[in-house]
């Protein structure tokens, strides 16, 4: 019997394992926090508790973690930004951001409720082209300082064999297209190539300088970039995944990869037109790979065209999770590992495509959790 470390870790290197991994994608109990009272914390709601146990002592723990830096420079945009920050009448949290930029005032607006835990923006910062340029013009600093790493190697000991700990990062992509409501991006990443490029061009200055220091100073680690979803069909058209995502995302992968780390690339949606394109980054694993409908591939077609380069993270949905009957959710957690292990590959890990956000968690979804465990411990 492996430990789920060993699992997990077998599985990254395309080695033989005793059984497929199942993971719970963000759900780890670390993350969660259940005993921290915060009323903006959901996972404090006893309803939570089965499933945060259940993650903890069955699941291969794959622990979502941010690494800081220290002894970096203060931005000289901090002196142009102000922050005003309250609650609404519902107790919500209120955000808001203005950035004075020439003789425009850019304002950002977010939304966070006590019962669901997700912020919402609720006004993007750029709202056209010309907020677009007075924003480029911004003045930037130049990256410096070394990453913390303290804090994810003491969440590495509080896992142990339990699972692992990956580095979660975003891609230049995903520190764009949020700047702008989807409906104002997918119309200025189609018209505005060049503005589009210097924009990725200012964000992967600093995110390749980071990379490539948490790189060197935790190798070996498994790493999540999730953006490319932004330029993912039916937003952009496959050239422009290719301009805005391989161009900019394969030096983050070989940063990773030359440091003995393991790439996983995070892409919702529909994957058939842009497969080509992601195994052109050179990275070592894909998720969530959804099933049609939400996607347009079955997991059969990725493990058989692809499984030789990737590890493949998935195939269920939340939504499945959460609201199919069990008997017949479990014959999509049959499908997707008995897809996902055929004939030749590296490996997969069973996984759904997101978690559950509610404060009330459903007793349903707990028991498809459960068969989650139930058939992937005994699948052979």
């Known amino acids: 019997m492996m430990t789920r470390r060993e699992r997990l870790m077998r599985t990254l290197r395309g080695e033989a394992v005793d059984r497929p991994p199942v993971c719970f994608y963000e759900i780890d109990k670390i993350r969660q926090q259940p005993d921290n009272p915060d009323p903006f914390n959901i996972y404090h709601d006893p309803s939570w508790k089965p499933l945060l146990d259940l993650a903890w002592e069955k699941s291969d723990i794959v622990s979502l973690t941010g690494v800081g830096f220290k002894n970096s420079p203060v931005s000289p945009q901090a002196e142009l930004t102000t922050i005003e920050n309250g609650f609404n009448a519902e107790g919500s949290r209120l955000g808001c951001r203005k950035i004075k930029a020439g003789?425009?005032?850019?304002?950002?607006?977010?939304?966070?409720?006590?019962?669901?835990?997700?912020?919402?923006?609720?006004?993007?910062?750029l709202k056209d082209v010309d907020d677009f340029k007075a924003y480029l013009e911004l003045p930037v600093e130049e990256p410096a300082g070394e990453p913390d790493i303290a804090p994810f190697l003491e969440k590495e000991r509080l896992i142990g064999d339990r699972g692992i700990a990956?580095?979660?990062?975003?891609?230049?992509?995903?520190?764009?297209?949020?700047l702008f409501s989807m409906a104002d991006y997918t119309v200025i990443a189609l018209t505005e190539p060049e503005l589009m490029h210097r924009a990725l061009e200012r964000a992967a200055k600093s995110i390749y300088y980071w990379t490539e220091a948490v790189a060197k100073a935790l190798p070996g680690r498994?790493?999540?970039?999730?953006?490319?979803?932004?330029?993912?069909?039916?937003?952009?058209?496959?050239?422009?995944f290719h301009e805005y995502v391989t161009l900019y995302v394969k030096p983050m992968?070989?940063?990773i990869q030359g440091y003995g780390g393991f790439a996983r690339i995070h892409c919702h949606g529909k994957l058939r037109q842009i497969l080509d394109e992601i195994v052109a980054t050179g990275c070592a694993a894909l998720d969530p790979i959804e099933p049609p409908i939400q996607g347009d591939v079955e997991m059969s077609y990725v493990r058989k065209n692809y499984g030789r380069q990737l590890v493949l993270f998935g195939n269920l949905e939340i939504s499945d999770i959460e609201n199919l009957p069990t008997e017949l959710f479990a014959q999509k957690v049959t499908t997707a590992l008995?897809?996902?292990?055929?004939g030749t590959g590296r490996g997969m890990v069973l996984m759904p495509s997101a978690a559950p956000y509610g404060r009330h968690l459903a007793t349903l979804t707990v028991r498809n959790y459960e068969k989650m465990v139930e058939l992937t411990e005994n699948f052979a």
């Open 103 to 125: 003789n425009r005032v850019l304002t950002e607006r977010s939304q966070r409720d006590r019962d669901i835990d997700t912020t919402w923006v609720t006004e993007h910062l």
């Open 166 to 178: 990956l580095i979660d990062t975003p891609d230049p992509l995903c520190a764009v297209a949020p």
């Open 222 to 240: 498994i790493w999540r970039i999730y953006g490319p979803e932004y330029a993912s069909p039916p937003y952009l058209p496959p050239r422009l």
């Open 253 to 255: 992968v070989d940063m």
């Open 338 to 342: 008995r897809e996902g292990t055929a």
